[in-house]
């Protein structure tokens, strides 16, 4: 398993259902790049070199290309995580981030909000790409637009989401945002911090939503709206598609699976302030 770095409790999830599938016949490998995009090509080479039954590989920003070249040399079956990667022996699970994200503005623009930020998170990746799309979409459908200012990029942890959040709570008054969405619930948790820090409320003044629902997102203060990723039933399904593919089985007939994503609506969104509307 190629993972994009252990510590992010999403992937912790997808690694601890794709070991518990496999625990009766494979032991699983796995190579954290930790977010280190030249580490994460050393590891993918070294994969392709290896006696490996097969790959599951979780968010990575390794070309297309470079993955249907290295199934094709070695013929080893790759399950490929929230990417779209078209050659019949890669199979995708995919959350439908652009969904996602078009349902969560969706969600603050029935409370009434049109001052609507993104705190996004890398940009090269499909998924944030989706997730970005999503959010430009809603806004646009609503007769509003994700203005440059309102979509600071950093980092996407909890220590980027305060970043983000006080670059925008550093706008005058007027010219904030009144919500926010997250690329995840790890830049959300850090955004609920930074507005706690410069003495405004989460609902009252400004609306917070994030993507993942992590465990913690339920026990943040206040408990977080998010978009629900099914993390350890996707782990446990990359490894079962991978088991029946080393069987010599197919995947999907249209390449890919497509997992739910819930909008979870907790205490973290609210209707926008009185005299917000512009």
């Not at 006696?51 to 040399?73: F, H, M, Q, T």
């Not at 690329?183 to 609902?203: E, F, K, S, T």
Request: net charge negative; hydrophobic share 40%; aromatic share 4%.
């Amino acid at each position: 398993m190629l993972i994009p770095e252990i510590l992010n409790p999403v992937v912790a999830e997808i690694v601890r259902g794709g070991q518990d599938e496999s625990a009766d016949e494979y032991v699983p490998l796995l190579f954290d790049i930790a977010e280190d995009a030249q580490r994460e090509h050393q590891y993918f080479r070294l994969l392709t070199t290896l006696p490996i039954c097969g790959i599951i590989v979780c968010g990575s920003r390794i070309a297309a290309e470079e993955l249907v070249a290295a199934v094709e040399k070695q013929k080893t079956p790759i399950v490929v995580l929230n990417r779209s990667v078209r050659h019949p022996n890669v199979s995708c699970l995919i959350v439908d981030f652009e969904s996602a994200t078009y349902r969560a503005v969706g969600h603050l623009l029935n409370l009434n909000h049109t001052r609507i930020a993104y705190l996004a998170g890398p940009t090269q990746s499909d998924a944030s790409q989706a997730r970005q799309r999503g959010v430009e979409a809603a806004l646009r459908d609503a007769g509003l637009a994700l203005r440059p200012e309102w979509r600071p990029i950093s980092f996407p942890n909890v220590d980027g989401g305060f970043q983000s959040m006080s670059a925008l709570l550093a706008l005058p008054a007027n010219e904030r945002p009144t919500a926010v969405v997250a690329y995840n619930d790890l830049m959300a948790l850090g955004a609920l911090h930074a507005i706690r820090a410069h003495r405004l409320r989460v609902p009252e003044d400004i609306s917070v939503i994030g993507v993942d629902d992590i465990a913690m997102a339920a026990h943040s203060n206040p408990p977080l709206t998010t978009i629900a990723q099914p993390k350890y039933r996707m782990g446990r399904l990359a490894m079962q598609t991978l088991r029946r593919m080393i069987g010599g089985q197919p995947p999907p007939e249209e390449g890919y699976t497509l997992m739910e994503s819930p909008l979870i609506v907790r205490e973290s969104t609210a209707h926008a302030p009185n005299g917000s509307h512009r």
